[in-house]
């Protein structure tokens, strides 16, 4: 049996869009990217909406020598 573990922006309020425009996520900060990275890295499958994907395709392969982009 496999985990699945899921790592969604969402406010108080059920609102999941534009995590970029809210500081207190922590996502962009030293502690923020390092929880990110661990995820990635432990997955084994990454499942992306349309929209990030769209944003995420032509920066990752410009990310190429990371960890989580290598992987």
Request: hydrophobic residues 40%; negative net charge; charged residues 15%.
């Amino acid at each position: 049996m496999s985990e699945l573990v899921n790592s969604t922006y969402i406010s108080l309020d059920g609102v999941i869009e534009s995590p970029q425009t809210r500081p207190a996520t922590g996502g962009f900060g030293e502690q923020g990217n390092k929880i990110q990275t661990d995820l990635v890295l432990a997955s084994s499958a990454l499942i992306m909406g349309r929209q990030t994907y769209e944003v995420m395709a032509p920066v990752w392969p410009t990310m190429a020598g990371t960890a989580p982009a290598d992987k």
